[in-house]
């Protein structure tokens, strides 16, 4: 008895026979647990020695992806987590990082399937190499030291990239690519990074007759697009450019047909995102309600350029009584009030994220709501326009975000 006592083993515990699922065959359990969604196999994989030997990076990569749209605070001080929601379930969830990320403020900025790319502060105690030079190689505390960092927030694994200046990191806009490749875009130079490759940053000197507004990957192309302002400092004059991924040195054009017309004459603040399975490309902006340079616009309109045939068409309108939210007219009228001066003025401001025919509006006047439309495939029915309640946190300013597809697909 008292060896039995100071062993600390249960006998009433050893004695009992293992639940049921242990008996099942592997390739049954297998079967059962392929029916699981990826978030619901991440979370049963700490239940037990038998579910975390089962889930697998390897049997995890056999999921399908989770579509998720990954918030990114107006201002980013990490906190552990970050904010997404699951339009397939129509639910707010929390993606923890503390446990695998070392650091304490981070902002993502862009995904590829299975990958996450943040910018992270790191310390400048931090053993990195020197980084890449830039225009301004400032580090001083209102611009502590950024890296650019990739990871997989399911798997819980991370990875700096090769270190860049600080200019990079205020005023580029990164895209992720297939395979791991990475683009930093700013007005003047464009940097690649390839891991297959010579695992270093290279430059490219971008021949654009002005900054490059909202560029996007589009897979499906192997390019990049964007738009310029060839117009004057009183009025904007959007064209379209592109370029692709094999020739990022030199390769930049416009993108121009003369059957267009005024494509980009009737859209005010137009911005460009990719549609679905990257054969599209979307133009979101306010409809002008004429073509005088102070016109208050009437909707917000999504044109759709099929990179197939190069045609545009008409993908959705916002409905009025959703527009009229944004303008803050809702808001008046539930309070007896007029109508407010942006509103009479035409300067709505509406922002616009997403990412492979999903596509979120944000704005100050919509409080703890996102406008969500998403692309009819078929072209037909101008897609599906919806609320989505319980944004959280709305009351810190204004969101900003775009699609993540989680998954095992891909490990740092």
Known sequence: MAAGSGSGSDPAADSQPPPPIHHLPPDALHNVLLRLQLRDAVVCRPVSRLFHDTLSAQFLALLPTLRLLLLRHPRPEGGGCLHAFDPARRHWLRLPFAHFLPYHSFSPVASSTSLLYLWVETSTSTSLPPPLPSTSSSTSPAHPPKSLAVCNPFAGTYRLLPPLGSAWARHGTVLAGPAGTVLVLTELAALS????????????????PSKPRSPILASAAAAVFALCDVGTPWRNQWKLFSCPLAMLTGGWAPVERAAWGDVFEIL????????????????IGGLRSSFAMDAPCSTVLILRLDLATMEWDEAGRMPPNMYRCFTGLCEAASQGNAMPTAAAGGNNKVKVFGGDGKVWFAGKRVRGKLAMWEEDETGGSGGKWDWVDGVPGYGDGVYRGFVFDGGFTAIP
């Open 193 to 208: 990074y390839t891991p297959s490759g010579s695992g270093k940053w290279m430059k490219h000197p971008l021949s654009l």
């Open 268 to 283: 005010k603040r137009p911005r460009l995102l990719a549609g679905a399975g990257g054969r599209r490309v979307l133009m």
